[in-house]
């Protein structure tokens, strides 16, 4: 029993540590303004406004990849292939949004490892446990969107110079692994994260 369950756990880690290379990889970096590239968006709905105590965001849903939905702010632009290889090192995000200082970012990874929708709950519990090593977790979630089920783990990392705040969800698309990260400097934490946790929250399956 004790060599399957350390088997098991290393089919785990095959999953796990590629997926905290991403999320810790989400990181701020300096920004070159000429370096950005509108995203071709697709409206959902009509543009809503995010708000909270001291920042008002107009954010417009978009489809991603036709697969699912969700708000970005309407002056986020979609950072182009080259710019995120040089940008992000390791296992680079398939899409980023960033604002035009770059320093708050919306990226997703579709990922190619096999992951059953039953059993993102015991996944969410595998990497809650490692990112306790990889940060301070500050928050975790089980929920269920459009059928689909839902992880989240807010995470505090360390980056070379500042710390950064990761609002992250991961779920089942196609049977594959399908990471949404929201990240700012922690510095900035007070001031974006709600908007970031109405961000991650818009996450919608359809187009209703």
Request: glycine letters at 4%; proline letters at 2%.
């Amino acid at each position: 029993m004790e060599k399957e369950g350390i088997s098991a756990f290393r089919k785990h880690l095959v999953i796990i540590i590629p997926i905290i290379l991403i999320v810790v990889g989400l990181l701020v970096y300096p920004s070159d303004k000429s370096e950005t590239e509108t995203t071709k968006a697709y409206e959902k709905a009509d543009t809503e406004s995010e708000t909270n105590e001291s920042l008002s965001v107009e954010t417009d849903y978009i489809s991603i990849e036709d697969k699912f939905y969700l708000k970005v702010p309407g002056n986020f632009k979609r950072l182009n292939d080259e710019i995120i290889a040089e940008k992000y090192n390791g296992d680079v995000p398939d899409i980023v949004f960033s604002n035009e200082e770059v320093n708050i970012n919306i990226a997703v990874s579709f990922t190619e490892n096999q992951m059953a929708d039953s059993q993102i709950k015991e996944y969410k519990e595998y990497m809650e446990t490692l990112f306790e090593y990889a940060g301070e977790v500050v928050g975790t979630d089980y929920y269920t969107v459009d059928h689909h089920n839902i992880g989240q783990i807010k995470v505090i990392s360390e980056a070379v110079d500042t710390q950064i705040y990761n609002n992250v969800i991961f779920f089942s698309y196609d049977n594959k692994l399908v990471l949404i990260s929201f990240n700012c400097t922690e510095a900035l934490k007070d001031e974006w994260g709600d908007v970031g946790d109405s961000i991650i929250g818009s996450l919608s399956f359809n187009n209703e």
